[in-house]
């Protein structure tokens, strides 16, 4: 149905054979020379921007390090987020807390550790970061509309009316913080290059007034994620959005352009994963069904999540490609009527498939094994491997070998 080679390299694929041999499926294999790849790309095509690589996208260790010593910087969403990266040497002042969902014990934890940038996009918060984080940086996040272009939208649960990030500006200013800038998701998977000038002119917006009215100079914009990965859908190269937001600046800042600021997540690491299934069942239900029911051995709650209202369309491919196909409805292996990937979309797999067969799902780097459900059903959470240059690694950055 798809053609691998538009997604995996032959080099890529081949490698992946290779060292993939004898491990346990479920499994998912991130490749780092792609990501590193596709991080160079970015900074070429941004080479203004400051990069805030969005942990939660794939926090292995493996992925960290590599995205350290390429320069990039860290947003992250959690305490234990937070953890994990100082524990790998990465100085505090190169991260950011982008959750505006957080508890004030949160917004002390780190600002204890020595963060001091913060994402608000509501008083109650930005009271907790002014007791807590006295003297930080602040960016408020404005609500974007975003929903039908995105295939992953992150409208809504986030940011507040440009009204309110003035208002929330002023009051940070007068409580002795820092009003730093603005920043937006315009939703992830976000095909429309469109949706960020609407962000941006509402951010000029905001600088332009905030400056006028009440001499605050705000410093930055944080244009959050938003850029695609490689799925089914086309949508643009990374490049035209590069060229059109820099014309969207251009046209709304002039010369006088802010500090960008980036927050990639799954355009970054995207395309680099394979995750590789194994045929549990294959069944009809009824004797004259043309459709074929494929129960693999990996589903919704580990790894796949993003599938859920089919949203994320990854391209799927078998050993036995190549010849006659059938429609199918494809599942996963728990008790649970939702652990259904795609019914309405209407995949096509080999008529000689078999249980026991391998289905690999391509350009799974991206919001998988960390979205992995700690054991429903008593499945244990799929387990990502990291091909480096070094062989092959665990999500702790430790050597394995292949499992028994
Ligand atoms: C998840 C997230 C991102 C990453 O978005 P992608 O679309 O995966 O690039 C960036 N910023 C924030 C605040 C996020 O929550």
Redesign the pocket.
């Known amino acids: 149905m798809f053609n691998r080679a538009e997604y995996v390299s032959d080099n890529e694929w081949n490698r992946f054979l290779e060292v993939s041999k004898g491990f346990q499926t479920p499994n998912i294999f991130i490749n780092l020379r792609n990501i590193k790849q596709h991080f160079i790309q970015l900074k070429d095509s941004f080479p203004y921007a400051h990069v805030y690589y969005?942990v939660?996208?794939n926090p292995g260790v493996p992925v960290i390090k590599m995205l350290d010593e390429l320069g990039s910087n860290f947003?992250i969403?959690s305490r234990y987020e937070l953890d994990d990266v100082l524990s790998l040497g990465i100085s505090p002042d190169r991260i950011s807390f982008?959750?505006t969902i957080k508890k004030a014990s949160d917004v002390k934890y780190f600002y204890e550790k020595g963060v001091r940038m913060f994402?608000t996009d509501s008083k109650e918060d930005l009271k907790n970061i002014a007791k807590e984080a006295p003297g930080s940086r602040v960016f408020v996040?404005i609500l974007v509309e975003n929903s039908s272009t995105a295939d992953?939208p992150?409208s809504r649960k986030?940011g507040c009316h440009p009204d309110m990030a003035y208002d929330l500006l002023v009051w940070a200013r007068d409580n002795g913080l820092t009003p730093y800038g603005i920043?937006f998701?315009v939703?992830?998977?976000?095909r429309d290059i469109g949706q960020w000038n609407d962000a941006i002119a509402k951010t000029k917006y905001l600088f332009e007034s905030l400056e006028e009215e009440e001499g605050i100079k705000l410093s930055m914009i944080n244009m959050?994620?938003?850029?695609p990965a490689h799925y089914i859908q086309p949508s643009n190269e990374l490049q035209d959005y590069a060229s059109e937001i820099a014309r969207y600046l251009q046209d709304d800042f002039g010369d006088d352009i802010p500090m960008i600021v980036l927050?990639?997540?799954?355009?970054?690491v995207g395309d680099s994963g394979i995750l590789t299934s194994e045929v549990v069942l294959i069944s009809r239900k009824n004797n004259t069904a043309l459709q074929r029911w494929v129960y693999l051995d990996t589903g919704k709650f580990n790894g796949l999540i993003e599938t859920l209202d089919e949203s994320i369309k990854y391209p799927v491919i078998t050993t036995k490609d190549g010849g006659k196909e059938g429609e199918v409805i494809l599942a996963g292996p728990t008790c649970d009527s939702a652990d259904i990937m795609y019914e309405n979309i209407k995949y096509k797999l080999p008529v000689d498939l078999k249980i026991g067969d391998k289905v690999y799902w391509l350009s799974t780097g991206?919001?998988t094994s960390s979205y992995a459900s700690v054991g429903f059903n008593g499945f244990p959470p799929i387990k990502p491997y990291y091909i480096t240059e070094d062989g092959v690694k665990d999500e702790d950055d430790n050597p394995v070998e292949p499992n028994a």
């Not at 939703?187 to 976000?190: A, H």
């Not at 959050?224 to 850029?227: H, N, W």
């Open positions: 969005a939660k996208a947003d969403a982008g959750n994402a996040r992953w992150l986030f920043s998701h939703g992830s998977q976000q959050g994620g938003g850029f927050e990639p997540g799954r355009s970054l991206a919001y």
